[in-house]
């Protein structure tokens, strides 16, 4: 009877062991799993506008080659590199982000261009040939509501705020019906504004004071013919 007790004894702690290191063993690899998809997680949404994480890690070096574009908000980076991706830039070279660390920071601009209360941006791309170059609006979500290619000029881009003084379509200062952007050359300023109308932005010319002079002189010598032509009547 002793030895029956003792058998049973050894047997329950043999199971005991058993179930423990099973149920230990499915602990540490339930901690595992937990652990590689804390490590690794996910989009908790998809955006069709966003170049996929794994698509970002592998081009963005490659996108952004100077530590200047660093400071770009990762869903914006997302996006370009989508753009990149779709219009195959990566391998034909045609157009890329400027490599001059300098001009790097005259090339983006951040603002709320269409009036939507959304955070959009806008950037330059420098083409191939090095004289030419395109304009991109995109929003935070990667969708794109401007492209225009701009041929032989490396142009500069900064914004501008609604209320700010600027030329619309006479040559006189109103101000800025909303926000918008600087198109600076090295011989022409133009602002691009939103067209609520039309759905796309339109392009004003900014006069100078080279402009302006001479077109006031000339309204001047009109005025003064109409006065002089009137004295002569009277006279008559």
Known sequence: MKTKHILLTVIGMMI???FGYKFGTYRARKAVVLADTTAQPIDSVVVNGWASEQEYDYWKNGTFTIPEYNGIPLPFQRAIVKIFIDNKYHSTNEYFLTKIRDRAKKVIAYGDFTGNGDREM??????????SSA???ITERGNIIYWKQIDGELPTIK?????????LEKMELVPAPRNGLVLQTKSSKHVLIYNRHTKTFDSHYQYT?????????EIEEDASDSNDTSSSDISH
């Open 16 to 18: 005991s062991a058993v």
């Open 159 to 167: 914004r501008f705020s609604k209320g700010e003084l600027i030329y």
């Open 209 to 217: 004071t080279k402009d302006i002079r001479p077109a006031r002189q």
């Open 135 to 137: 304009i991109w609006i």
């Open 122 to 131: 806008a950037f330059l791309l420098e083409k191939r040939d090095y004289s």
